[in-house]
């Protein structure tokens, strides 16, 4: 059986830190191509990084590119987002979604497992 799951969310001042961590188990892929999605109330699903299966590709949108970092250890099947200097237009769910290739996307529908979503709210 296939589990996502999100844990690290929280509640943080605007200029603080915060990491999730993404743990995966079930797949019936080894090293996933990782998406960090959010979404907040009234708005679209985004990507917030996405990571390929070895960790040495990544992409972050003009809207996290230089505060956020994605990263993942393979031997603990965890994948983590490091968020930094955060900002109030950074409150939503995050949620992680992991695919059946080791190349990422962009693009919510290709990818395959997702978790719940982790809730980040940050305050001014």
């Known amino acids: 059986q296939v589990h996502v799951v999100e844990s690290g969310g929280g509640l943080v001042q605007a200029g603080d830190s915060l990491r999730l961590s993404c743990k995966y188990s079930g797949l019936p892929f080894n090293n996933p191509a990782v998406g960090w999605f959010r979404q907040s109330p009234g708005k679209e699903r985004e990507l917030a990084a996405a990571i390929s299966g070895n960790g040495a590709g990544t992409n972050y949108p003009d809207s996290t590119k230089g505060r956020f970092i994605a990263s993942r250890d393979n031997t603990k099947t965890t994948v983590y987002l490091q968020m930094n200097n955060m900002k109030s237009e950074d409150t939503a769910v995050y949620y992680c979604?992991?695919?059946?290739?080791?190349?990422?996307?962009?693009?919510?529908?290709?990818?395959?497992?997702w978790g719940q979503g982790t809730q980040v709210t940050v305050f001014s």
């Open positions: 979604a992991a695919a059946e290739t080791t190349v990422y996307s962009t693009r919510a529908e290709d990818y395959d497992h």
